[in-house]
């Protein structure tokens, strides 16, 4: 099993540029999610699904949307790019949604940088 | 007041030594709490997970948590040069919804 991957693991912006970012899991697993981690801030969650067909906003959604487009994929879209999304997104999956004793497991991240 | 705190570090320890890594709180109707592992460059990995009150061993790593003063903390004994990462403390609480907060992390240092 590959668990969590994710493409691209680098990627470079000019602001206003669009991309998507794309996640895939094979573990069967029911919730997805996204984070992005900036130095000395900690993970901080963009969005999530709690099942297929569903998403909802975590802590900070401004500047992207998602797409659950199947039980094993969850894809992060940058509409216009800002040089304040320069970050490191992962993503990440559990069995259930991660708000009881869930584990989550992380992919190996995308480095973004906007210019 | 951040939700999850943790003391940024570095913190260096002498191969051998327990390292103590700490983590306070906000939220009391947080109702699990994992560390995770996080090496330079690389994507974060569970360590030990917790949800009572009290000790929970799992080989050289020990969880402690403490629901009453909001405060949960990992020790790592006979610390070895590969523990050197940044360690993740994370909170769940299912109280009005998913939400999964992590603190900004420890680096750890130990030194051979």
């Known amino acids: 099993n590959a668990g969590v991957t994710q493409t691209p693991k680098f990627q470079v912006l000019k602001t206003g540029q669009s991309m998507t970012l794309q996640c895939a899991q094979d573990?069967?697993?029911?919730?997805m999610y996204w984070y992005r981690q900036d130095p000395g801030m900690g993970l901080r969650l963009i969005y999530y699904s709690a099942s297929e067909g569903t998403t909802d906003k975590g802590e900070v959604p401004n500047g992207y949307n998602v797409s659950r487009l199947n039980k094993r994929e969850f894809s992060l879209r940058l509409e216009s790019a800002a040089p304040s999304q320069t970050s490191v997104y992962f993503c990440a999956s559990s069995e259930g949604l991660a708000g009881g004793h869930e584990t989550q497991y992380f992919g190996p991240g995308t480095r973004l940088l906007v210019l | 007041q951040k939700e999850v705190e943790q003391n940024s570090g570095p913190l260096s320890v002498p191969e051998g030594a327990i390292a103590s890594l700490n983590c306070t709180y906000s939220?009391?109707?947080?109702?699990?709490f994992f560390w995770y592992r996080q090496y330079s460059g690389k994507s974060p990995e569970l360590i030990m997970s917790i949800y009572s009150n009290g000790d929970k061993e799992d080989g050289r790593f020990t969880a402690q948590l403490n629901k009453a003063s909001q405060y949960v903390s990992l020790l790592i004994r006979d610390s070895q040069p590969s523990d050197s990462a940044t360690y993740l403390c994370a909170v769940n609480h299912n109280t009005g919804g998913f939400k999964t907060i992590f603190g900004a992390g420890t680096r750890l240092f130990v030194k051979a």
């Open positions: 939220d009391r109707g947080s109702q699990s």
């Open positions: 573990m069967n697993h029911n919730s």
